[in-house]
């Protein structure tokens, strides 16, 4: 079967661009393992099947740093998620970048030389549980 094409042309990081990322991602990211849908149905009335898929996601308030992240991974956009309400003051707005499925896969795989143990040991509990077209990039 034929993975579809991302929208987003891998562009191979710097060492440095790695290490940094990988660092980054290791204290605040997190990578989760989407689980398999039967069905769904879209709106244009089609019901779908939705396949088990890996999931990387970091949020934190400093803007400057995911934008940065974004950049790196493949020049992607990240997503303003939270601002905080009037009577939270003194919170600061929460910014979001994700990315999922073959990309999500393609990353860890390159980041994998600079992950601790914890990390590591996750990532294959989730290798374990994904699409096994993905499989291939590991």
Known sequence: ????????DHTPPTEVEL??????WEGEGCW????ARDRYNHRNGKTYTAKPEMLMIIQMTDKDIIDRIAKIMDNRTPTFTHTPKKKA??????YTFSIRGKAAVLWT??????LGNRR???IK???????TELIWLV
Request: without cysteine.
């Open 1 to 8: 079967m034929k993975l579809k094409r991302s929208q987003y």
């Open 19 to 24: 290490a940094w990322i990988s660092g980054i």
């Open 32 to 35: 989760q393992h989407k689980k």
């Open 89 to 94: 003051q003194g919170w600061k707005p929460l």
């Open 109 to 114: 795989n390159l980041m994998k030389p600079y």
């Open 120 to 122: 590591m040991e996750k």
């Open 125 to 131: 509990m989730i290798y374990e549980n994904i699409d």
